[in-house]
């Protein structure tokens, strides 16, 4: 959008989106929807950490720590799921 003074409207809005995170402009029910959209991305596992396989093709270098941090996050994922199995099935009778 041009003005009369040469000077485009978005030159006085990106000051201020610059200065400010994108949060501050939120309604309560964006920011409402944005809290459940974080929880559910913490809870849910993110497979993706593990998958190598475009890396390993192109015959890229996967640095040490990645690996180690991939493990670590899968052992993790493991102890919960183990865990919340353990809580379901503790008072079932099997067999």
Same mark, same amino acid.
């Given at each position: 959008i041009h003005r009369t003074d040469g000077e485009t409207a978005t030159d006085e809005i990106e000051p201020l989106v610059a200065d400010e995170p994108i949060e501050t402009f939120a309604t309560g029910q964006e920011r409402l929807a944005r809290g459940? &959209?974080? =929880?559910?991305?913490?809870? /849910?596992?993110? =497979? @993706?950490v593990h998958w190598l396989a475009d890396t390993i093709n192109q015959d890229h270098v996967i640095p040490r720590s990645y /690996?180690?941090? *991939?493990? *670590?996050?899968?052992a993790l994922n493991i102890g919960a799921i183990l865990g919340i199995a353990v809580? &379901? =099935? @503790?008072?079932?009778?099997?067999g």
């Open positions: 459940c &959209l974080r =929880f559910a991305h913490a809870i /849910v596992p993110n =497979f @993706q /690996v180690v941090g *991939s493990m *670590s996050y899968g809580i &379901l =099935f @503790q008072r079932r009778e099997v």
